[in-house]
């Protein structure tokens, strides 16, 4: 099946500061969906983004599907981003969601 | 629109015991999915359905059973609870129309079996 992997696994910023997350996939895939997952446990949908770049305020995320990866810009980081960052993609005949393992993000005031 | 809900928010089961995990999604969405998540990785799919009637097993379906009788409810059952079954579940739906298949998952019920 489908590879997902995300780097890096950890990453403390100071808040202003600006990251990129990468998500690396063995396959072709159909979905792809960046998640917040906030200290509450909740899930929230950042972008569904198989293709192409799109942004929503302070984030942006592209995707270069012939390449196989994703990236998720965070900018002028907020405390309120810290939580954990997935990416999930979906390339086979059924729409279940692969996971990475996610990026625990920490920003500090 | 309440988007996905679940219940209960927390349970505490002893081994042996059984319990339904409640989803519920008010999106018409016709697919309609179960994860859990243990500490520190990404979720897994333990069931699926494409819509009422239909259900199939995902990557971990061992120890579950699921029924989707009606488009918004996608009850998981959990029978004989075991401590291996401790995670976080969370209930996921989507509308694979028009080429765009967004998920949207529900809160989660944090589920601890000693």
């Known amino acids: 099946g489908i590879q997902v992997e995300q780097s890096p696994p950890d990453l403390i910023l100071q808040e202003g500061a600006n990251s990129t997350l990468r998500c690396n996939f063995s396959?072709?895939?159909?979905?792809l969906q960046w998640f917040h997952q906030n200290p509450w446990g909740q899930l929230i949908n950042l972008f569904y983004i198989p293709s192409g770049t799109k942004q929503n305020g302070r984030l942006s995320a592209t995707t270069v599907a012939t390449e196989r990866y994703s990236l998720l810009y965070i900018s002028s980081s907020q405390t309120t981003d810290s939580g954990v960052y997935f990416c999930?993609?979906?390339?086979?005949?059924?729409?279940?969601?692969?996971f990475g393992t996610g990026t625990l993000l920490a920003v500090q005031p | 629109n309440a988007g996905v809900t679940q219940t209960p928010k927390f349970r505490i089961l002893k081994i042996g015991q059984s319990m339904t995990l409640q989803c519920t999604q008010d999106m018409n969405h016709n697919y309609m999915y179960w994860y859990r998540q243990d500490p520190g990785m990404g979720l897994k799919l333990i069931y699926y359905?494409?819509?009422?009637?239909?259900?199939d097993k995902g990557e971990v379906p061992n120890g579950y059973n699921v029924s989707r009788s009606t488009t918004e409810d996608f009850p998981l059952r959990l029978e004989l609870a075991a401590p291996s079954q401790t995670s976080v579940y969370f209930c996921?739906?989507?509308?694979?129309?028009?080429?765009?298949?967004?998920?949207?998952f529900g809160p989660g019920t944090r589920l601890t079996v000693t």
């Open positions: 996921a739906s989507s509308y694979p129309g028009q080429g765009v298949d967004e998920q949207y």
């Open positions: 999930a993609v979906n390339g086979g005949a059924t729409n279940k969601l692969i």
């Open positions: 396959d072709s895939v159909n979905n």
């Open positions: 359905s494409v819509g009422a009637g239909i259900t």
